[in-house]
Nanobody, 115 residues
Framework: QAQLMESGGGLVQPGGSLSLSCAAS????????MAWYRQAPGKERELVAT???????YYVESVKGRFTISRNSSKKMMYLEMNDLRPEDTAVYYC?????????WGQGTQVTVSS
């Protein structure tokens, strides 16, 4: 059964760093399009970064230069390296994959940026 599972969230001070991981099982990792989303309290889920199988990436303007999305095909893992974190980055972060017209979601991992 296809599945995504995030890990690596936590509490960090402003200016700090965190690395999120997304483990893919089944054939989900073969998805051409994978992405990280986030949802802050009281707000809609928003796209953070995308990674296409051809190596192309996209970042929402607010995280450009601070976040890096990547994949490791041999490990079937996707990562989100987050640097210079700000309080407004506080949210539940989800990994996502689009495969054969179906969108898969992980359960989410909480990231809290606070002093």
């Amino acid at each position: 059964q296809a599945q995504l599972m995030e890990s690596g969230g936590g509490l960090v001070q402003p200016g700090g760093s965190l690395s999120l991981s997304c483990a893919a099982s089944g054939n989900v990792f073969s998805a051409y399009y994978m992405a990280w989303y986030r949802q802050a309290p009281g707000k809609e889920r928003e796209l953070v970064a995308t990674n296409w199988a051809n190596g192309n990436t996209y970042y929402v303007e607010s995280v450009k230069g601070r976040f890096t999305i990547s994949r490791n095909s041999s490990k079937k893992m996707m990562y989100l390296e987050m640097n210079d974190l700000r309080p407004e980055d506080t949210a539940v972060y989800y990994c996502s994959a689009l495969l054969h017209g179906y969108t898969y979601w992980g359960q989410g991992t909480q990231v809290t940026v606070s002093s």
